[in-house]
């Protein structure tokens, strides 16, 4: 109950303390509540464009896909649905899964190799070893400005038989032509090119995650003695372990989809055939043979294959602690 001064004399007030604060508090919170609405909706007007992109150019053209597979066309009788017909001649096709063992063989090979060359440049230049750290990561990162196209060229006319700039060191080393578009270096060459091209991005990729590490545990681990190798192995790796995985799944669904480097080499490699990995064979599939229902089929089995070994991944490290 709040005083009245009347007459020099305090009296009691009738009048409710702060009849008006209540209201002013619901009035304020409806304010905020209509603003924040108000901001959200603000906020759709600007993720809108990158929707409608992403709607048109990946939904519609994915359902359109799956949708195809269940139909084959004939010269007699147009186009038919035939259910699981085109699944059913993709997963009994040799020629499918023989390009998928090579691209399987293609990653086990391309990845571990670049991962661990990767994880030491970008923890050389995290620790400060190298001298001119900018320049080099900008050296480093420049081949993944390459188109994949121009990449893959300019390998193929380095590496060409007679001509190329190896053979030529070669053959004034006095060595034999070592035929690198041979059957058995041909894949090597595949992966040296892969190699050259995606190392950069993910020394860009585990180097930042390497910079978001607390100076803190490093500077204790300094303090304590640990040498460069063991702060590096022992302490950084661990932390940014999701990074590490993260590069290892975006690498192995690449190699999984290889498809630039083998088609652009097959005219100087006869022993690249038209199912040398499971896209190869799409595409030959959809536009040599024009079988585009097939070839649709062909590409729902294939992501669901790299989504089970994404998945399957993903859960082994789960277990293992290494991701939560």
Same mark, same amino acid.
């Given at each position: 109950?709040?005083?009245?001064?009347?007459?020099?004399?305090?009296?009691?007030?009738?009048?409710?303390?702060?009849?008006?604060?209540? %209201?002013?508090?619901?009035?304020?919170?409806?304010?905020?509540?209509?603003? @924040?609405?108000?901001?959200?909706?603000?906020?759709?007007? $600007?993720?809108?464009?990158? $929707?409608?992109?992403?709607?048109? $150019?990946?939904?519609?053209?994915?359902?359109?896909?799956?949708?195809?597979?269940?139909?084959?066309?004939? /010269?007699?009788? =147009?186009?038919?649905?035939? =259910?699981? !017909?085109?699944?059913?001649?993709?997963?009994?096709? @040799?020629?499918? #899964?023989? =390009?998928?063992?090579?691209?399987?063989?293609?990653?086990?090979?391309?990845?571990?190799? /670049?991962? %661990?060359?990767?994880?030491?440049?970008?923890?050389?230049?995290?620790?400060?070893?190298?001298? *001119?750290?900018?320049?080099?990561?900008?050296?480093?990162?420049?081949?993944? !400005?390459?188109?994949?196209?121009?990449?893959?060229?300019?390998?193929?006319?380095?590496?060409?038989?007679?001509?190329?700039?190896?053979?030529?060191?070669?053959?004034?080393?006095?060595?034999?032509?070592?035929?690198?578009?041979?059957?058995?270096?041909?894949?090597?060459?595949?992966?040296?090119?892969?190699? #050259?091209?995606?190392? @950069?991005?993910?020394?860009?990729?585990?180097?930042?995650?390497?910079?978001?590490?607390?100076?803190?545990? %490093?500077?204790?681990?300094?303090?304590?003695?640990?040498?460069?190798?063991?702060?590096?192995?022992?302490?950084?790796?661990?932390?940014?372990?999701? !990074?590490?995985?993260?590069?290892?799944?975006?690498?192995?669904?690449?190699?999984?989809?290889?498809?630039?480097?083998?088609?652009?080499?097959?005219? /100087?490699?006869?022993?690249?055939?038209?199912?040398?990995?499971?896209?190869?064979?799409?595409?030959?599939?959809?536009?040599?043979?024009?079988?585009?229902?097939?070839?649709?089929?062909?590409?729902?089995?294939?992501? *669901?294959?790299?989504?089970?070994?994404?998945?399957?991944?993903?859960?082994?490290?789960?277990?293992? =602690?290494?991701?939560?």
């Amino acid at each position: 109950m709040s005083q009245v001064v009347i007459g020099g004399a305090q009296q009691p007030s009738t009048e409710p303390p702060y009849r008006g604060l209540p %209201v002013a508090r619901g009035l304020a919170s409806r304010r905020q509540k209509g603003f @924040g609405h108000r901001r959200d909706r603000r906020g759709l007007w $600007f993720v809108l464009p990158f $929707f409608v992109i992403f709607f048109m $150019f990946l939904v519609v053209p994915l359902g359109y896909s799956i949708y195809t597979s269940f139909f084959t066309t004939r /010269m007699i009788g =147009g186009t038919v649905f035939t =259910g699981f !017909a085109n699944y059913t001649q993709a997963l009994e096709s @040799g020629a499918f #899964w023989s =390009g998928m063992a090579r691209v399987l063989l293609f990653a086990a090979i391309q990845v571990p190799i /670049m991962v %661990v060359i990767a994880i030491f440049f970008a923890a050389t230049f995290d620790m400060g070893v190298a001298r *001119f750290g900018g320049f080099f990561r900008a050296i480093f990162f420049l081949p993944y !400005a390459v188109p994949g196209v121009v990449a893959t060229a300019m390998w193929g006319g380095m590496l060409q038989t007679r001509v190329g700039v190896f053979v030529r060191i070669f053959e004034d080393l006095g060595l034999p032509d070592p035929n690198f578009f041979g059957a058995s270096h041909l894949l090597g060459v595949i992966v040296l090119i892969a190699i #050259w091209e995606w190392t @950069g991005f993910t020394i860009m990729l585990l180097y930042t995650a390497l910079k978001s590490v607390p100076k803190e545990v %490093v500077e204790s681990a300094i303090v304590d003695g640990a040498k460069f190798g063991r702060i590096v192995t022992g302490i950084k790796l661990p932390i940014i372990r999701p !990074a590490i995985i993260l590069v290892v799944i975006i690498n192995v669904i690449g190699a999984l989809q290889l498809f630039t480097e083998p088609y652009l080499l097959s005219p /100087m490699a006869p022993n690249i055939s038209a199912n040398y990995t499971p896209t190869l064979y799409m595409y030959n599939e959809a536009f040599s043979a024009q079988f585009y229902s097939y070839a649709a089929a062909i590409a729902v089995v294939l992501a *669901f294959v790299i989504i089970l070994i994404s998945v399957a991944f993903l859960l082994s490290q789960r277990r293992k =602690g290494a991701i939560t």
